[in-house]
């Protein structure tokens, strides 16, 4: 199996995270007083949990509420904020940052003890998953739901 580069897979997947948040509050905003209330509500899950694990990976003490119920211009400066944060552990990240061992209790008060690398990949399958359940919901209220798929963003040449 050939190893993730950071400079390049890594970016690219943070990149895309971003885009695709960003493109499912588009569609919440366009869905306006026809958006099922769950679908905010995960939409804000997706991104306490970005927040939960970076502050996880850098050691942050602070208490992130895993769901929130933050409006959609609040949502929107999360996921800016959020971006500018990843970037700049992307970008101070090495080969040996990806094996570093992160020590953590979870939201049922477990200990665990993950890689940097397994958290990366869980934040980028976590928000796939719960977009999808987005979708689901918007196309059942007959709203249009946001096309986030990773090959769409790359053929857009969005990241």
């Known amino acids: 199996m050939v190893a993730m580069t950071l400079d390049v897979d890594l970016a690219r997947l943070f990149a895309y995270e971003f885009w695709a948040d960003r493109e499912v509050l588009a569609a919440l905003r366009a869905a306006g007083e026809r958006t099922?209330?769950?679908?905010p509500a995960i939409m804000n899950h997706i991104l306490a949990a970005a927040h939960l694990w970076l502050t996880r990976m850098t050691g942050?003490?602070?208490?992130?509420?895993v769901w929130p119920a933050l409006s959609?211009?609040?949502?929107?400066?999360?996921?800016?904020?959020?971006?500018?944060?990843?970037?700049?552990?992307?970008?101070?990240?090495?080969a040996a940052s990806l094996d570093q061992k992160i020590a953590y209790i979870n939201s049922l008060?477990?200990?665990?003890?993950?890689?940097?690398?397994?958290?990366?990949?869980?934040?980028i399958i976590h928000a796939g998953y719960?977009?999808?359940?987005?979708?689901?919901?918007?196309?059942?209220?007959?709203?249009?739901?946001?096309?986030?798929?990773?090959?769409?963003?790359?053929?857009q040449k969005k990241v």
């Open 36 to 39: 099922p209330p769950r679908a």
């Open 72 to 94: 959609i211009e609040q949502m929107a400066h999360r996921i800016d904020s959020l971006e500018s944060a990843w970037r700049k552990w992307i970008a101070s990240a090495d």
């Open 60 to 65: 942050e003490k602070i208490k992130v509420d």
């Open 130 to 155: 719960h977009r999808g359940q987005i979708a689901i919901l918007l196309g059942q209220a007959g709203q249009k739901p946001a096309y986030t798929d990773f090959i769409h963003a790359a053929r």
């Open 109 to 123: 008060g477990e200990s665990w003890t993950s890689t940097a690398r397994e958290i990366l990949t869980h934040i």
